[in-house]
C-alpha cells in the first residue's frame, strides 16, 4: 500500500514539473502580451502613459496627471506638449494651433487682415476665423460650436473640429480629460 502511495506522489510531482516546464520553458510564446512588449521592449501601455523608451528598451517614467489637473492630448499615442494648456470653453476643448497642427502634418497659413486660419492637410483645407463660429472645410461653410480664438495672444483652436476636418480620429475620456487622435 505504502509503495502505491509513493509511486503516486512521484507520478503526480514528474506530471507537474513536466507541464510546468512545458508552460515556461518555451523561449517563445505563442501569445502576445501587450501589457508587457515583445523583443525586451515596452508595450503601446507602458508608452503611452509612461513615455518612450531608450535604446536599451528602459521606459523613463513620465507623470500622469490626475483626474481633473487639466487635458492630456495624444496623437498617434504620442503626448503632446503645449506652449499653453489647453481648456474647456463653452463644452469644447481649445488648444494652441501650432503644436496641433505640427503634430497632425497640416500646413498652415495665417492671414493677419481677416484672422483667418488656413490648415491644408493631404488634399483637405480647413479656414477658421478668429471669433467667427462658421469655418470652411473644402470650401463648404460648416458651423462650429466655438470658434477659434485669441487668448493671451495665443491663437486657440477647437480640438475636435479641427482634427477631424483634417482626416483624424478624436476620442474623448470625460473621466481623465485625455483626448486620443489617430491619424
Known amino acids: 500500500m505504502r509503495l502505491k502511495v509513493m509511486s503516486g506522489l ?4 514528474a506530471l507537474f514539473l513536466a507541464l510546468t516546464v512545458g508552460a ?5 510564446s505563442s501569445v502576445i502580451d501587450s501589457t508587457y512588449g515583445q523583443n525586451d521592449q515596452p508595450s503601446v501601455i507602458d508608452q503611452v502613459y509612461n513615455g518612450d523608451s ?5 521606459v523613463t517614467p513620465q ?18 506638449t503645449f506652449d499653453v494648456s489647453p481648456s ?20 498652415v497659413t495665417w492671414d493677419n487682415s481677416t484672422k483667418t486660419i ?3 492637410r493631404e488634399g483637405t483645407t480647413v479656414a477658421l476665423t478668429i ?14 460650436d466655438v470658434p477659434a480664438q485669441l487668448i493671451d495672444e ?21 473621466t481623465t480629460k485625455v483626448v486620443t487622435i489617430n491619424l
Not at 507623470?63 to 503632446?80: A, F, K
Not at 463653452?90 to 488648444?95: I, L
Open 10 to 13: 512521484f507520478i503526480s510531482v
Open 63 to 80: 507623470p500622469t496627471p490626475p483626474i481633473g489637473s487639466g487635458i492630456t492630448v495624444y496623437v498617434n499615442y504620442e503626448p503632446l
Open 154 to 174: 495665443h491663437t486657440m483652436v477647437p480640438l475636435r473640429f479641427i482634427s477631424e476636418s483634417l482626416g483624424a480620429k478624436v476620442n474623448w475620456d470625460e
Open 131 to 144: 471669433n467667427q463660429a462658421q469655418a470652411k472645410a473644402n470650401n463648404q461653410v460648416v458651423a462650429m
Open 54 to 58: 531608450d535604446s536599451a528598451g528602459t
Open 24 to 28: 515556461y520553458g518555451q523561449s517563445q
Open 88 to 107: 474647456i470653453i463653452d463644452g469644447r476643448a481649445m488648444v494652441p494651433l501650432q503644436e496641433i497642427m505640427e503634430a497632425l502634418n497640416a500646413e
Open 118 to 120: 488656413t490648415a491644408t
